[in-house]
C-alpha cells in the first residue's frame, strides 16, 4: 500500500541532542531527529526503550535533562504555551474524566484550548458523530468500553485541531474493527488536512502500513530511521519485523529499560545522521 | 477565567453527581457535635462555661471545612491515577489556573458542606446570637475553606500516593484540628498548649467563627481576619508552587 504525505522543507518537529536521566538511569540518550510538516512518523522500540519519555518530553510534561525540543517553531521547554497550543495527544492510558459525559468532556477541552463558543457547537457533535459515539454523547463516560473511551479521546484530541498529533499507542487492548476504523480515520485526516502524525505501537504490521517514515529507538538511543523499504534495505531482512528484531534484538525487556549486555550486542550501532 | 470556570463547574459537577459522598462528608461532623455536645455538655456548664452545644458548633463547622477541603485535595492523586491530570498538564493554560479553579471547587463543596452543618445544629437548639453577622461568618468560613482547599491540593501535588495523603492527615491534619480550640476555650490550659494554639492557623479560624456567631471570643475580629487572610494567601501560594512543579 502506498500513502502519500505532503513534503514540506520545515521540521514540525525538531530534537536535539536531547537525554534524560532518572536518577541513575538513562532513559534517552541524546536522540536527533526531525518530523516534516505532514508526516505519519511511527516511533517504534521495546519497552522501556524510551518511547513514552520522548513522546513525555516532546509533549512539556517532562524537562529534558539536556537538549533542545522544538514543536512547530517554539521551544517546547522555553514557549510551553506555544508548544501545548499546537499539538492534541492521546495517551497510552485514559485520561477523560469518567464522571463526565462524553460531551462535557468534550466542551472542558474545549475550554482548555479555547476554542470560540460557535466552533465547539458545530465540532463537539460532528466529532463525536465520526467516532460514532454521538448516541452515547451525554450518558458518563464510566458507562462505555474500552475501545469507547479511546475513541472520545481521539474526538478530543483532535477538537482544537492541532498540527500534530501524537498517538501513544492508540490501539492497544482495541478491536480489530476499532483499530480498523481509527487508522483508516487517521490517514484521511493527515492527506485531507496536511496533520502530523507521530505514533508510537507494538504493532509493527501497523507501523508498515500507516508510517511515512519509522524511527526506532532501544536503550534510549534512535537505532536505525527511515522508510519501511530503506530499514529493510539497511538490515538486509524482507520485513519490517525482522529488521525491527534485528535492530533490537530478541531478548524481552523490562520497563525499566536496563536489558543486558546480550542485547546491547545484537543491537546494530546507531547509523550517525 | 474560562478555564476556572469550567474546572470549577467539573468539580460541582461530581459533587452534586455523587450523594453518597455529600452524606458521609457531613454524617462525621454531626455525629462529633452530637456525642461531644451531649456528653460533655454538663460538665462544661458545671465548670461555668454556659451552654457547650453553642461552644461547639463553630469548631464543628471550622472541622468539616478543614476535612472537607484538605480531602478535596485527594482529587489530584485520584486525577493522576485515572489519568485525568494528564490532560490539564498538557493544556496550554498556567498551571495557577488549573490548579486555582479546581480549588475553588474544592473550597466551595467544603463551604457548602459547612453550611449544611450549621443548618443541621439549627434543628438541635442551636442559636446564632445575632442573626445580621451570619453572613459574616459565611465569609470567614469561606476564606478558611479555600485556603484549607488549597492546602489539600498542596498536599495531593507532593505525595504519589493514597497512603502517602492518609499519613499527612493522621499527623498534620488531625493534631491542627486537636490543638486549635475547638473543643475548649484557650484560657486556664497549660502555657506549651497556648504556644501551639497560637501558631495555628484553625485556631484564628475557629475563634473569628465563635466571635461573630456566638459572641464569645479570644482574639479581635481583626486579628482572626489578618491571621485567616495570611494563611490563605501563604496556602494558595504552596498549593500553586506544590502544583507548578508537578511531573507526569
Known amino acids: ?273 | 477565567m474560562r478555564v476556572m470556570y469550567v474546572l470549577w463547574l467539573r468539580q460541582m459537577k461530581r459533587y452534586v453527581r455523587s450523594r453518597s459522598r455529600m452524606l458521609g462528608a457531613v454524617g462525621q461532623p454531626i455525629f462529633f457535635l452530637l456525642a461531644l455536645g451531649y456528653g460533655l455538655g454538663s460538665v462544661f456548664k458545671s465548670a461555668g462555661h454556659g451552654n457547650y452545644l453553642q461552644f461547639l458548633v463553630p469548631g464543628i463547622m471550622v472541622q468539616t471545612i478543614l476535612f472537607a477541603g484538605v480531602f478535596w485535595g485527594i482529587q489530584i492523586v485520584w486525577d493522576r491515577q485515572f489519568g485525568f491530570l494528564k490532560e490539564t498538564l498538557v493544556a496550554p493554560v498556567p498551571r495557577s489556573q488549573i490548579m486555582l479553579g479546581s480549588a475553588l471547587g474544592g473550597a466551595t463543596i467544603a463551604l457548602i458542606q459547612g453550611i449544611i452543618v450549621l443548618l443541621v445544629s439549627l434543628v438541635f437548639g442551636f442559636h446564632p446570637a445575632n442573626w445580621s453577622l451570619v453572613p459574616l461568618a459565611i465569609l470567614m468560613a469561606g476564606i478558611t475553606a479555600v485556603a484549607m482547599a488549597c492546602f489539600g491540593s498542596g498536599i495531593g501535588s507532593i505525595v504519589q500516593d493514597f497512603q502517602g495523603f492518609q499519613s499527612i492527615n493522621n499527623f498534620l491534619v488531625l493534631p491542627m484540628y486537636f490543638l486549635s480550640g475547638a473543643f475548649y476555650p484557650l484560657i486556664g490550659i497549660p502555657k506549651l498548649l497556648q504556644i501551639i494554639s497560637y501558631i495555628n492557623p484553625l485556631t484564628y479560624a475557629i475563634d473569628g467563627l465563635r466571635g461573630v456567631m456566638i459572641n464569645q471570643h479570644h482574639f479581635s475580629y481583626g486579628i482572626d481576619l489578618t491571621a485567616l487572610v495570611v494563611t490563605s494567601v501563604v496556602m494558595v501560594s504552596f498549593g500553586i508552587l506544590a502544583f507548578r512543579r508537578l511531573e507526569a
Do not use: C
Open chain 1, 1 to 273: 500500500m502506498v500513502y502519500y504525505f505532503e513534503m514540506s522543507s520545515t521540521p514540525i518537529i525538531k530534537v536535539t541532542d536531547v537525554t534524560k536521566k532518572f536518577g541513575e538511569i538513562t532513559a534517552v540518550n541524546n536522540i536527533n531527529f526531525t518530523v516534516e510538516s505532514g508526516e505519519i512518523f511511527g516511533f517504534l522500540g521495546p519497552n522501556g526503550a524510551g518511547k513514552s519519555t520522548t513522546i513525555k518530553m516532546l509533549t512539556t510534561l517532562l524537562h529534558p535533562t539536556s537538549g533542545h525540543l522544538e514543536l512547530s517553531g517554539h521551544s517546547v521547554t522555553q514557549d510551553q504555551d506555544g508548544a501545548r497550543k499546537s499539538f492534541g495527544i492521546v495517551f497510552q492510558d485514559s485520561s477523560v474524566d469518567t464522571e463526565l459525559t462524553a460531551y462535557e468532556n468534550m466542551e472542558l477541552h474545549a475550554a482548555l484550548y479555547n476554542v470560540s463558543a460557535a466552533k465547539r457547537k458545530q465540532r463537539i457533535p460532528e466529532l463525536l458523530k465520526l467516532m460514532e459515539l454521538h448516541e452515547r454523547a451525554s450518558d458518563p463516560v464510566k458507562t462505555f468500553s474500552g475501545g469507547m473511551i479511546r475513541r472520545l479521546e481521539i474526538a478530543r484530541g483532535l477538537l482544537h485541531e492541532p498540527k500534530v498529533l501524537f498517538l501513544d499507542e492508540p490501539t492497544l487492548g482495541l478491536d480489530t474493527q476499532t483499530r480498523n476504523l481509527l487508522w483508516s480515520y487517521v490517514k484521511k485526516l493527515n492527506q485531507d488536512t496536511g496533520m502530523t502524525i507521530f505514533f508510537t505501537t507494538h504493532y509493527l504490521d501497523e507501523a508498515e502500513n500507516v508510517a511515512g517514515r519509522i524511527a526506532i529507538i532501544d536503550h534510549g538511543k534512535i537505532v536505525e530511521m527511515g522508510t519501511v523499504e530503506e530499514l529493510k534495505k539497511a538490515t538486509k531482512t524482507k520485513s519490517l519485523e525482522e529488521a525491527y528484531l534485528k535492530l533490537t534484538g530478541t531478548m524481552i525487556r523490562d520497563e525499566k529499560g536496563n536489558a543486558d549486555a546480550h542485547n546491547r550486542s545484537m543491537a546494530v550501532r546507531a547509523r550517525p545522521r
